[in-house]
Nanobody
Framework: QVQLQESGPGLVKPSQTLSLTCTVS??????????WSWVRQPPGKGLEWIGA???????YLSPSLKTRTSMSRDTSKNQFILQLSSVTPEDTAVYYC????????????????WGQGTQVTVSS
């Protein structure tokens, strides 16, 4: 069974870069067919797709965040990484990593595996 686990700092100062890692077990991030996404949920708001990295290593980013977002992966550790630069308090959210068969979908039922989520607060 595939499991995903987010890790990273819970508190980031404004203007800094947020870096989160998703560690995948029970399946390979290079497996054909799957896309590995980051999704967030700000307090009191709905889920927002941030970006994804595909099984070939290509990254796909939300147009609203792409100027501040980069995604990468470490296949030796079976991890994929999110970096979000120049953060503001509006980036405060629970951040999830998730697996799906396409990128960019906001039909959240289409993601078949989710991490438990990690709270990130942007504050000085």
């Amino acid at each position: 069974q595939v499991q995903l686990q987010e890790s990273g700092p819970g508190l980031v100062k404004p203007s800094q870069t947020l870096s989160l890692t998703c560690t995948v077990s029970g399946g390979s991030i290079t497996s054909n067919r799957y896309y590995w996404s980051w999704v967030r949920q700000p307090p009191g708001k709905g889920l927002e797709w941030i970006g994804a990295i595909g099984y070939r290593g290509t990254s796909y980013l939300s147009p609203s965040l792409k100027t501040r977002t980069s995604m990468s992966r470490d296949t030796s550790k079976n991890q994929f990484i999110l970096q979000l630069s120049s953060v503001t308090p509006e980036d405060t959210a629970v951040y999830y990593c998730a697996r799906g068969v396409q990128y960019g979908s906001t039909l959240w039922d289409e993601y078949d595996n989710w991490g438990q989520g990690t709270q990130v607060t942007v504050s000085s």
